[in-house]
């Protein structure tokens, strides 16, 4: 019973992952609420990136959020610094 646990949990943040990702686009991506001109694969490389930095530094930065306010602006921040994504006129 415990493996089943394990699979449904990992499922389920599969699944949150890529709610995410898709939430971050919708701000950032074209015609977004904030379009910075990033792409599918630009907002899935940030959010690698910064997920990434809370599994090794989250002393520092703080914890996941849950995929709050918080997190997305954090995600940006690696848009604009890391990937170049510039807002849009």
């Not at 499922?11 to 686009?25: K, L, M, R, T, W």
């Not at 520092?60 to 848009?79: H, N, Q, S, Y």
Request: charge should be negative; include cysteine.
């Amino acid at each position: 019973m415990r493996d089943d646990l394990l699979v449904d949990q990992f499922i389920q943040a599969a699944y949150d992952a890529v709610s995410f990702i898709h939430y971050i686009e919708d701000f950032y991506g074209k015609d977004g609420l904030c379009d910075i001109g990033a792409t599918l694969e630009d907002c899935k490389e940030a959010c690698i990136v910064y997920l990434t930095a809370l599994a090794t530094n989250g002393e520092k930065l703080g914890a996941w959020g849950d995929g709050d306010t918080v997190d997305r602006e954090r995600v940006r921040l690696v848009l604009e610094k890391v990937l170049n994504c510039t807002e849009r006129q």
